[in-house]
């Protein structure tokens, strides 16, 4: 059964930090590209973080450069993003999304974690 679960979310303070890790179970996760997405209530789902299959590549949103770090240990199969110098614009849902680079895999979503920056 595929899975990616999301976790380490929560309640934090403005300046403060969160470290979320994305799990992958039943899929072969090391030939898969992954990133973070992010959705405010009543905003579009955006692209926060990329990270190529190896770890050795990484994009981030311009919004979050500077602050947030994205990882991954293909051994453990689990995917993190380090958050830092949390801002309430950051409260959202964050996803984890596994994408496909080889023919007939798949794409996999995660249900999400939600993160909430408030005094």
């Known amino acids: 059964q595929v899975q990616l679960v999301e976790s380490g979310g929560g309640l934090v303070q403005p300046g403060g930090s969160l470290r979320l890790s994305c799990t992958a179970s039943?899929?072969?996760?090391?030939?898969?590209?992954m990133r973070w997405y992010r959705q405010a209530e009543g905003k579009e789902r955006e692209l926060v973080a990329r990270i190529s299959t190896g770890g050795f590549s990484t994009n981030y949103a311009d919004s979050v450069k500077g602050r947030f770090t994205i990882s991954r240990d293909n051994a453990k199969n689990t995917m993190y993003l380090q958050m830092n110098s949390l801002k309430p614009d950051d409260t959202a849902v964050y996803y984890c999304n596994a994408v496909p680079l080889h023919s007939g895999d798949i794409e996999y979503w995660g249900l999400g974690t939600q993160v909430s920056v408030s005094s």
């Open positions: 039943g899929f072969t996760f090391g030939r898969y590209d």
